[in-house]
């Protein structure tokens, strides 16, 4: 079974930083691209970056030049790196693959994780 866990939410002042990891476990043999998501109280969950298998990312432009997608392919993790938060960054982030090939040749599609409550506050 393939699972994604989020980790490294929690509480920071504006102007801070936060590293979100998003870790992947089973019997995996590739992942085509990772996708960070985000749901604020009340509103739709909302794309924020990807990152493709080859490296080539994208972010929405309400975090471009303050946050950064990375992955780790040995280790099958995703990271966001947020710095220069706002109040209006807070919500639960979400990653998600889109398609992940098993070992085993099974193919899985929509994975997500079960989120990691992300709070910008003084």
């Known amino acids: 079974q393939v699972q994604l866990v989020e980790s490294g939410g929690g509480l920071v002042q504006p102007g801070g930083s936060l590293n979100l990891s998003c870790a992947a476990s089973?019997?995996?043999?590739?992942?085509?691209?990772m996708i960070w998501y985000r749901q604020a109280p009340g509103e739709q969950r909302e794309w924020v970056a990807t990152i493709t298998s080859g490296g080539n990312t994208d972010y929405a432009d309400y975090v471009k030049g303050r946050f950064t997608i990375s992955k780790d392919d040995t280790k099958n993790t995703a990271s966001l790196q947020m710095s220069s938060l706002k109040p209006e960054d807070t919500a639960v982030y979400y990653c998600?693959?889109?398609?992940?090939?098993?070992?085993?040749?099974?193919?899985?599609?929509?994975?997500w994780g079960q989120g990691t409550q992300v709070t910008v506050s003084s």
């Open positions: 089973g019997n995996i043999y590739v992942i085509y691209k």
């Open positions: 998600n693959a889109p398609k992940i090939v098993t070992k085993s040749e099974a193919i899985l599609v929509d994975i």
